[in-house]
Nanobody, 115 residues
Framework: QVQLMESGGGLVQPGGSLRLSCAAS????????MGWYRQAPGKERELVAT???????NYADSVKGRFTISRGNAKNTVYLQMNDLKHEDTAVYYC?????????WGQGTQVTVSS
């Protein structure tokens, strides 16, 4: 069983920055893909960014050039640096991990972009 703990959400003004963190526990090995998804009110959950242990990354077009995903040295952590935040980035952000052919999700952290 894998537990994911997210942190770093909050309220920020347009153009501001936030850094989300997600740490996995309960594993005995390295996690495969880790990534971030988000869900805004009334919308479906969508991919924000994902990262492989080897450093391959993939981003939603809406965040390219503004967000950066990275893995920690322990490989069981993942970060999302969010710069130049916009109103439309407001959502609950979820961490997701793939481990031994199963998907695991965090509880989510709220990001609100508002002036």
């Amino acid at each position: 069983q894998v537990q994911l703990m997210e942190s770093g959400g909050g309220l920020v003004q347009p153009g501001g920055s936030l850094r989300l963190s997600c740490a996995a526990s309960g594993t005995i090995g390295n996690i495969d893909f880790m990534g971030w998804y988000r869900q805004a009110p009334g919308k479906e959950r969508e991919l924000v960014a994902t990262s492989s242990p080897g450093g391959w990354t993939n981003y939603a077009d809406s965040v390219k050039g503004r967000f950066t995903i990275s893995r920690g040295n322990a490989k069981n952590t993942v970060y999302l640096q969010m710069n130049d935040l916009k109103h439309e980035d407001t959502a609950v952000y979820y961490c997701k991990a793939d481990y031994l052919w199963k998907e695991y999700w965090g509880q989510g952290t709220q990001v609100t972009v508002s002036s």
